[in-house]
């Protein structure tokens, strides 16, 4: 969309110049240079004194804001009929399609900051009753209106509205919301801190289709539904990870049961938990809320500090954080499982240090991670699933750290100090495994696969893990491939089995779950 709108409005000199013959920098409510950077005053600048008009004057714009960007400011509004964008000087006009439209806009950014990639910016009414253009550059103007427009309806751009683009309100106040390349775990009350900021959220309801995490969540007032997808539509929660993809859901109300953290009607306090589901403890919400607003402030990428810190919330207000971050792992298959398979598999969500099965108890061990934020991914991935014939519970143990045997001491092989393995996925900074973080599923992710390995050959491989191999694809390059098991359980005794595998000339196999089906 950017790429449509980049090039308009670029070199308008002549007709800047006579919309602003009317002197706007110097009004009295203005301090703007030239640069409309210097005035400490923010949001909506004082419009009493100019008449409304469907008009609206637009400044202090970060650098390189684009079309796209300043049309999404007056889209819920109604109709956005005309734009002209004075680059060297961070400003732009937007005409919208009535006065009424233009004094709704107005009245709501008197309430509500506008921002633009983050940035505050002034907004007022013009002097201007409407936005007169040179052809060439408005029809340049209508071209961008109209593949905006397109765009929020799902269709393309067509030729038979150039006299006016009509942007549609938004359909619905439910938003669907998906989270890609969720390296943090994003909870309830996260999404409720992000989309807070644009209205009052009623409804939240989360679940996992399709490998991916997903959300529904109902503003009171469609606007406030539009108005948070044109800002956050791709946006990172945090640095370079959970990316939200955001349509309008077809739905139109929530019907929520349950207030617990999959659930939530904040418009009914009174309902119950559900069964087996924690209520929500409204000391440790309220916390969670207020911690969440100094996170997610900016709603822009956040450092990781500050990501890790959100994250791990919830391990913070229960006392359980710490460097370590160690899980408690229970309902193991005693018989089977071993300190190396725990290693691989909760490797996958995070970089394992030290696995101990305990010694009075061996369906149950403690596993420390590299922090609470590998922790906290591992316990939401990994609880519930199942691992040798049963399903596993991961919780959060109250120990900072697993200790090794005192030297000299036989444990039976049940402790083993994985520090120094070479096998860490996340070890190196940046590294792209971090982006290609799902829970477990029954496609897995195959590379560093020789060039003289056949289909036939890996079939064969995973065939033996005890499992039934369901649909295989290779990447063009062949070094990568998709392997579809016939069950999640299947799939992740064939990770646990088969990553690092030997294929021989040096080529270890990496395994890990996809968010693709075959």
Known sequence: MDGIASDVAVGVKRSSDELLSGSLYNSPNSSVTANGNDSKKLRVEDSMDSPPSRVIHIRKLPNEVSETEVIALGLPFGKVTNILMLKGKNQAFLELGTEEAAVTMVNYYTAVTPQVRNVPVFIQ???HKELKTDSALNQRAQAVLQAVSAVQEGGSPSSDTAGESVLTPAPSPVLRIIIDNMFYPVTLDVLQQIFSKFGTVMKIITFTKNNQFQALLQFSDPVNAQQAKLSLDGQNIYNSCCTLRIDFSKLVNLNVKYNNDKSRDYTRPELPAGDGQPPVDPSVAAALSKDSTSLLGAISPLSAAAAAAAAAGRVALSGHSGPGGVLLVSNLNEEMVTPQSLFTLFGVYGDVQRVKILYNKKDSALIQMSDGNQAQLAMSHLNGQKMYGKIIRVTLSKHQTV??????????????????????????????????????????????????????????????????????????????????MATVEEAIQALIDLHNYDMGRGHRLRVSFSKSTI
């Open 125 to 127: 009414y013009s002097n």
């Open 403 to 484: 200790q090794l045997p005192r030297e000299g001491l036989d444990d039976q092989g049940l402790t083993k100090d994985f520090t120094s393995s070479p096998l860490h996925r996340f070890k190196k900074p940046g590294s792209k495994n971090f982006q290609n973080i799902f829970p477990p599923s029954a496609t897995l992710h195959l590379s560093n696969i020789p060039e003289n390995v056949t289909e036939d050959d890996l079939r064969l491989l995973f065939s033996n893990s005890g499992g039934t191999v369901k649909a295989f694809k290779f990447f063009q390059d062949r070094k990568m491939a998709l392997l579809q």
